[in-house]
């Protein structure tokens, strides 16, 4: 199936400072994630009919309120996120997707995959094998899963399905396309793992705060992303705490037991 990628220069905190949207299909096409108004989006916008994002963030969506009215094209949202998609984007989708619902992309049709971690209704488009997967994956570095909206056991547990399809291209939102899949959807797994790890251990050596954990946990220099880095914190908290490894009530964590 036919995938143009739309790198588009958006406000965003990704160090791409882009957003790839992406245009499935020669004909009847399905475009994911506009992000903003850009000259190659308006290139295959006379082919677009449908139109669908990954996710609410203001840089997958910022466009699609525009380009709808343009192309006439019917916007698509995940199911139960109506309210959510409409204070996002200023518009009501025309139809909705759950887990499995095959959407039209030129002569073909994606499946839509549920993927939810760093965004509650994150979800991934599979094109015959090759995932259009917003903000799941990226080929370097690693993805921003912060709490309260993002959930870090949904995320491994996105990751783990991506991996157990063995698709044969990944298809992100900020960097390059990943042509290993697999070996990137481990590499961000075990990075979580290690995290993990070390904020279990940070509370269990005397860390009781979002902020004294940061300072124990991570070994490099936060400037500029330490909001980031505490948000990701507490997703790990809420984790650990739901498994039972420690006790956490959103300020104060304690070794369990």
């Known amino acids: 199936m036919h995938i143009e990628r739309l790198p588009v220069a958006v406000p965003t905190r990704a160090p791409s400072g882009e957003t790839a949207a992406y245009c499935i299909g020669r004909e009847e096409a399905l475009l994911v994630d506009p992000p903003a108004p850009d000259t190659?989006?308006?290139?295959?916008?006379?082919?677009v009919e449908h139109i669908a994002v990954t996710h609410h963030h203001p840089d997958h969506v910022g466009a699609v309120s525009e380009y709808a009215?343009?192309?006439d094209a019917t916007v698509w949202c995940r199911y139960g996120r109506g309210d959510g998609f409409e204070a996002a984007t200023g518009i009501r989708p025309d139809r909705t997707f759950r887990d499995g619902t095959e959407v039209p992309a030129?002569?073909?049709?994606?499946?839509?995959?549920?993927?939810?971690?760093h965004a509650?209704?994150?979800?991934?488009?599979d094109a015959a094998g090759a995932l259009v997967v917003g903000d799941l994956a990226v080929a370097a570095g690693s993805v921003v899963v912060g709490a309260p909206e993002g959930d870090m056991r949904a995320y491994l547990t996105s990751l783990r399905r991506v991996w157990a399809m063995d698709p044969e291209r990944l298809y992100p939102a900020h960097g390059p396309v990943i042509d290993e899949p697999r070996k990137v959807c481990e590499r961000l797994i075990n990075h979580r793992r290690?995290?993990?790890?070390?904020v279990l251990a940070a509370v269990e050596d005397?860390?009781?705060?979002?902020?004294s954990i940061l300072d124990t946990a991570y070994e490099k220099d936060l400037d500029g992303v330490r909001d980031l880095a505490g948000q990701t914190v507490r997703a790990h908290l809420d984790k650990l705490a739901h498994e039972g490894h420690i006790t956490w009530d959103g300020a104060h964590a304690d070794p369990a037991g």
């Open 40 to 47: 190659r989006i308006e290139q295959v916008l006379d082919r």
């Open 69 to 71: 009215r343009i192309a």
């Open 106 to 117: 030129g002569r073909s049709n994606v499946i839509v995959r549920e993927t939810p971690g």
């Open 120 to 125: 509650p209704e994150h979800v991934a488009f």
């Open 194 to 198: 290690d995290r993990e790890r070390r």
């Open 206 to 211: 005397g860390s009781r705060t979002v902020a």
